[in-house]
């Protein structure tokens, strides 16, 4: 009886497990209940300081679910452990991240990741890291030259290619799509399934034409002059890229496609098609 009446005092007394999944949009992530609780009165805090785990939401298997950028939130936790910011050369998701920190309660997270000004009203060294392929160019650069004003003119002065019109480039769109083809020859009405449009080609471009409906949950760190074959669309409509490839000014300049076929019904002879397109988009 002491041993049960032990066992349900120290059940009331800690509601959470001391090793705690979590699943972040999508991204399942494993720590520490006392790392989740390390810094006072932030969002996390608040979640597992709670008497009872029931008001937080889980997913199917039963990990606390929080619907937020997955990728960035490795940044968070990484803070949570030790109250210190560490990001990889050429990080372009640094405004992203600081609404991150702002979305989770954490003040000193969102002083280290606003940009610095110097006593002489310019921009320190942090103001200045982002890479010059990562601005967008035209209207956007003066639009931020003008809400940033005289030391942001200052500071993009010192980067090459700013101000120079739109850089040439090729990028690729590619999908993978199937229809089902009927005996008498009858395409089905939804033909074309598209699951996922992919990316590839410069960072850059590709951040320049697709903005925020671009997805680079699969290479989130890739500096702006590297290359990239993991992106993809937040959309799954082909003239929807089309169009902003369009807008941005690139031209298709090639095509393929191949496919592969197999029975879906053996006693009405439908068949599955299924098929890898490509499309290359070149701006000169």
Same mark, same amino acid.
């Given at each position: 009886?002491l041993?049960?009446? *032990? ?14 999944e979590?699943n ?10 006392? /790392?989740?609780?390390?810094?006072p009165?932030s969002?996390? $805090? ?13 997913d ?5 679910f ?12 990484d803070?949570?452990?030790?109250q ?19 979305f ?12 610095? !000004? ?9 103001? %200045? ?14 639009r ?5 004003g005289?030391a942001?003119?200052?500071?993009a002065?010192l ?19 199937s229809? /089902? ?11 074309r399934?598209?699951?996922? !449009?992919?990316?590839?080609?410069? /960072?850059s ?20 002059e590297?290359y990239?074959?993991? *992106? ?25 496609? /191949?496919?592969? %076929?197999?029975?879906a ?7 599955? $098609?299924?098929?890898?397109?490509? *499309?290359?988009? *070149?701006?000169?």
């Amino acid at each position: 009886c002491l041993f049960s009446e *032990y066992n349900s005092i120290v059940s009331k007394e800690v509601p959470f497990p001391e090793i705690i999944e979590l699943n972040v949009g999508g991204q399942v992530y494993i720590t520490r209940y006392s /790392t989740l609780t390390s810094v006072p009165d932030s969002l996390l $805090w608040e979640m597992f300081s709670q008497k009872s785990p029931k008001g937080l939401a889980r997913d199917t298997k039963g990990r606390f679910f929080v619907d937020r950028d997955g990728f960035l939130f490795r940044y968070i936790l990484d803070y949570m452990r030790d109250q210190q910011l560490v990001l990889p050369d050429h990080f372009p998701e640094r405004g992203r991240l600081q609404r991150e920190a702002e979305f989770f309660n954490l003040p000193e997270l969102v002083k280290m990741l606003a940009p610095k !000004i110097s006593k002489q009203n310019s921009l320190g060294d942090d103001g %200045c890291q982002s890479d010059p392929e990562d601005s967008s160019p035209g209207m956007d650069t003066a639009r931020n030259l003008g809400s940033l004003g005289a030391a942001a003119a200052a500071c993009a002065s010192l980067v090459p290619g700013t101000m120079d019109g739109k850089r040439s480039g090729f990028i690729t769109i590619g999908y993978r799509g199937s229809y /089902t083809l009927g005996r008498d020859s009858h395409t089905d009405a939804k033909f074309r399934r598209v699951a996922r !449009i992919m990316v590839c080609g410069k /960072t850059s471009l590709a951040k320049e034409v697709f903005g925020e409906t671009l997805n680079e949950s699969r290479d989130p760190d890739r500096p702006p002059e590297r290359y990239t074959s993991r *992106y993809y669309l937040k959309f799954t409509f082909l003239e929807q890229a089309f169009d902003k490839l369009a807008d941005a000014g690139f031209l298709m300049v090639a095509c393929n496609s /191949t496919g592969t %076929c197999a029975f879906a019904h053996e006693q009405t002879d439908d068949k599955i $098609w299924t098929s890898y397109t490509e *499309y290359v988009f *070149y701006r000169e």
